[in-house]
């Protein structure tokens, strides 16, 4: 819901700010006052392009600011999540239109571009009348509108899975045509598989291969130096660590009886020995494991020379030659089976195809039971707007069946007979502003607002009526502010006097330049208000009893 808007320096407007609540807001004035420059900010808001006209003459930039809730518009909160925009749960939308035509915008603080802008806008505000970016002029947008009619929401999910999975099976079907004669392909593989899987590659192999390759390559040096590191401790031949240790051990037994310490430091020399001991053990199960064998050491070379050459070729380390002959053997399964997976796909494309057709088919049942109820009600509303004869249809125009469309088997095209006899045309090629406004307003009310637009702008909607017509395109107006916020540009006091607020937009010469200002009016202020529409320049007795009797009937 648009909760305020802020102009400054915009056409003949200095600055002006608007508040705006729920129900039917007003906004009147003399002609040439500049009424539906709020309408004209509202639309530069949404993405329109602007040009250098809109800033007010001597002014550098003009500068517009809208602020919405989003309550009631979980799909714009949605959208802002998505492009990382959201602030809290508000949504501030500033334009800036400089003189020299250039313009930028900016979502709660941060720019973003005219596309952003209009997607954002779109779903937070509708402008009906005489105005290229209507909404219901965009057959998207009529295709929603009925949706959300016939509350179609679960058949519409239905459609679009469907259609979703006939692509995605086509998709792989064209995949795997792309790839033409695969048995090169496989041949190729199979014969880089069996190289591979010659060879050991599990990581622990590799590693106990190239520890056994070190201990060889190194085999005469380990020998000598396990010879004499055991001759030094524990050798027969010559003085020995072990031999050594015992003679201390005897030598401090004969005295320890004097000297009680003597005995910690004989268990130390017991322990060393035990460790000794255990270090000489060690050092024979080594020495045996130990052998110059040249042709072993070959033998390992040449393993491990073919493991480097393996990685050389595949470009990846030894390591991960495992991982790399599985992914051979993964794509080898693939095209193995590809043939088999071809003569499957054409099956379940069919399948898709069909199941899409019968969930398409009762989409299509409840958009021509909805069409049917919105043509009637709509016609029979557009009669009470004063269009008497005028005929309103919803035309669902049948899509190519073999092609499953995630919106379903028909588009929708809005049709209006505006006058008795005459054929019915779309509604985006209906001359009449006027016409157009009041069509769109039996539209919306006829829907109930059911669309997920929360704000909607009506300008000059009463243009060419007046009487009881007025009256009931002002009660309309009211009704439909009951479930959605409602802003209208009206001329027409029978109009005027529905609203649940009014703006009045009145315009003054000041040195020679005319500026416009704008004022919420209360409720002596509205009835002066009324009777100026009612009765002109001078305001007679008449006048203001109409005006009382209009605002005291509303309902």
Request: proline residues 3%.
């Amino acid at each position: 819901m648009l909760v305020h808007l802020s102009l400054k320096q915009f056409a003949v407007v200095t600055e002006a700010e608007l508040a705006f609540g729920p129900g039917l807001t007003v906004i009147s004035g003399e002609t040439g006052a500049g009424k539906s420059l709020l309408v004209d900010a509202l639309g530069l808001i949404s993405g329109l392009r602007a040009d250098s006209g809109v800033v007010r003459h001597g002014a550098d930039r003009a500068e517009l600011v809208a602020e919405f809730a989003l309550d009631d518009v979980p799909a714009a909160a949605g959208w802002l999540r998505e492009h990382e925009l959201d602030e809290d749960d508000a949504c501030q939308i500033r334009r800036v239109i400089r003189a020299d035509g250039g313009s930028r915008a900016w979502v709660n603080g941060r720019p973003v571009t005219l596309g952003q802008l209009g997607e954002l806008a779109a779903l937070l505000v509708e402008i009906h009348g005489q105005h290229e970016h209507q909404a219901l002029l965009s057959r998207p947008s009529q295709l929603a509108l009925l949706d959300a009619f016939g509350r179609t929401d679960a058949e519409r999910r239905a459609v679009e899975a469907a259609a979703a999975r006939w692509s995605a099976l086509l998709a792989e079907r064209e995949t795997l045509l792309a790839q033409g004669d695969v048995s090169d392909r496989i041949d190729w593989l199979e014969h880089q598989h069996a190289e591979l899987d010659r060879e050991e590659l599990a990581p622990e192999a590799i590693a106990r291969l190239q520890s056994d390759h070190r201990r060889h390559a190194h085999a005469a040096g380990l020998i000598a130096a396990c010879d004499g590191a055991f001759a030094q401790l524990g050798g027969e031949d010559g003085p020995s660590l072990s031999r050594t240790l015992q003679h201390v051990r005897s030598d401090l037994a004969r005295v320890a009886e004097h000297e009680p310490r003597l005995s910690e430091v004989d268990g130390m020399l017991d322990a060393a020995t035990i460790q000794i001991d255990e270090a000489l053990a060690l050092l024979d199960r080594v020495r045996s494991d130990l052998d110059l064998d040249p042709s072993a050491f070959d033998t390992l070379e040449h393993r491990l020379g073919r493991l480097h050459e393996l990685a050389r070729k595949h470009r990846v380390t030894p390591e991960q030659l495992a991982a790399h002959r599985d992914s051979i053997a993964a794509e080898l399964d693939v095209l193995r089976g590809a043939g088999v997976r071809l003569a499957k796909l054409d099956g379940e494309i069919e399948a898709a195809r069909t199941a899409w057709r019968d969930v398409a088919q009762v989409l299509s049942a409840r958009r021509r039971e909805a069409a049917a109820h919105l043509s009637s009600s709509t016609s029979a509303l557009i009669g009470e707007l004063g269009m008497g004869g005028g005929r309103f249809d919803v035309e669902l125009e049948p899509l190519d069946a073999d092609r499953p469309d995630p919106q379903g088997a028909e588009r929708v095209e809005f049709m209006v007979a505006a006058n008795p006899g005459q054929p019915a045309r779309p509604l985006r090629k209906v001359a009449s502003g006027g016409e157009l406004s009041r069509i769109s307003l039996a539209i919306e009310v006829a829907a109930l607002g059911l669309d997920a637009v929360a704000t909607m702008v009506f300008d000059e909607v009463d243009t060419g009526i007046g009487g009881a017509v007025a009256e009931i395109v002002g009660q309309k107006l009211r009704a439909l502010g009951a479930s959605r916020q409602v802003l209208c540009v009206t001329h027409l006091p029978q109009v005027a006097a529905q609203g649940h607020a009014h703006y009045r937009v009145s315009k003054a010469k000041s040195e020679g330049v005319t500026q416009s200002a704008v004022q919420l009016l209360k409720a002596k202020e509205r009835e002066e208000e009324l009777a100026r529409m009612l009765g002109g320049v001078e305001l007679t007795r008449e006048a203001r009893a109409a005006a009382k009797r209009l605002l005291a009937d509303v309902v």
